[in-house]
């Protein structure tokens, strides 16, 4: 197979949020219309595994952007090249041998989001190919239970390899990034968003994300928004607690899906469209528009509240929720359902 464009070059026209202040325009203006160049699936031969590396030439060669968030630069090649775990006399015998495989994943997909919105519509550039050509997945990966969920789910024919054991793959197939991680082809989502979701007669649960049982990026007094939530008819849902299979039957039966920025909020893959996405973020966060880029390849309606930063970590940091604003945007959502 020669390089196989998959999906020609792409401009999204992002759906500007339902309750967009003009004021706010520097959190989304970057994100409004974005264009990406097409993506695409080649077969690679005689390429190298070790981890998430791939590799021809003792690394002399490396497939970075493949298996990175982005490309390395000639000089990061190089390095890699003098830190090759693939030096000249390693002996044959101990590289395994895969016939055919194919590659979906980079450095950042064992994380819940990366893996459905990054990992998964590569996937689905190659699905018809599979049979042939095997999923190729890291062991470590089999500590996420979502990951080894969604392959089953899809009926994805798939190989386990070992972090550190070095393969040979004589036939690889890879299948790019269809877009920047954060970023979507509206086709390719779509499609993927339709074979995951389950059917559902009644769609009208209200859930509200919560992070309290998460690491980091949490709300400091979200106990006080669990009292304006139940008086909304809002169902408090833990993530955590839930398998893959149990995530997509509930929200493939929501209407609304709020919480603060984090993993949780890509379970509106499963919503239908015209469902409703609240999202709180941090102050000043013109950086993270994941979900509001989601939300409008989607065609989901999209919220969002900006809330007081209490550190200035971007990723892990906490915020305070303003309670007269939050209840005000709850406001518009029941009108918006009414």
Excluded at 223 to 230: G, R, T, V
């Amino acid at each position: 197979m020669v390089k196989k464009i998959t999906y020609p070059k792409y401009t999204s026209k992002r759906t500007l949020p339902k309750n967009f202040k003009e004021s706010d325009k520097q959190i989304f203006y970057s994100e409004f219309n974005k264009k990406f160049p097409g993506s695409y699936t080649i077969i690679k031969k005689n390429v190298k595994i070790l981890n998430l590396n791939l590799s021809k030439y003792n690394n002399l060669f490396s497939y970075t952007e493949h298996t990175k968030m982005s490309k390395y630069s000639i000089k990061d090649n190089l390095k890699n090249f003098k830190n090759s775990n693939f030096s000249a006399d390693i002996p044959k015998k101990n590289i395994a041998i895969i016939e055919k495989g194919s590659w979906i994943v980079d450095e950042k997909s064992f994380h819940y989001f990366h893996w459905m919105c990054d990992a998964l519509p590569r996937l689905l550039q190659i699905i018809r190919y599979v049979d042939e050509f095997p999923v190729l997945l890291p062991s470590s990966f089999t500590r996420y239970s979502y990951i080894i969920e969604t392959l089953e789910t899809l009926n994805i024919n798939y190989i386990i390899y070992e972090d550190s054991q070095k393969y040979l793959v004589k036939n690889l197939l890879i299948s790019s990034h269809v877009a920047s991680s954060g970023n979507f082809n509206k086709e390719n989502i779509i499609e993927l968003s339709r074979k995951l979701q389950c059917n559902q007669n009644e769609i009208g649960k209200k859930i509200w994300v919560s992070r309290k049982l998460s690491k980091h990026r949490k709300i400091s007094n979200e106990n006080e928004l669990y009292q304006i939530l139940k008086k909304y008819n809002y169902d408090i849902v833990y993530p955590e607690k839930l398998s893959f299979k149990e995530q997509v039957n509930l929200f493939s039966n929501t209407k609304v899906i709020s919480g603060l920025h984090g993993g949780g909020l890509t379970n509106m893959l499963f919503m239908k469209k015209n469902s409703i996405v609240f999202e709180l973020r941090r102050e000043n966060d013109n950086v993270n528009n994941c979900y509001f880029s989601l939300a409008s390849e989607l065609d989901l309606k999209y919220y969002y509240s900006l809330e007081t930063k209490l550190d200035d970590d971007l990723y892990v940091g906490n915020v305070h929720v303003n309670v007269d604003n939050f209840r005000s945007i709850l406001d518009m959502i029941e009108d918006e359902i009414l």
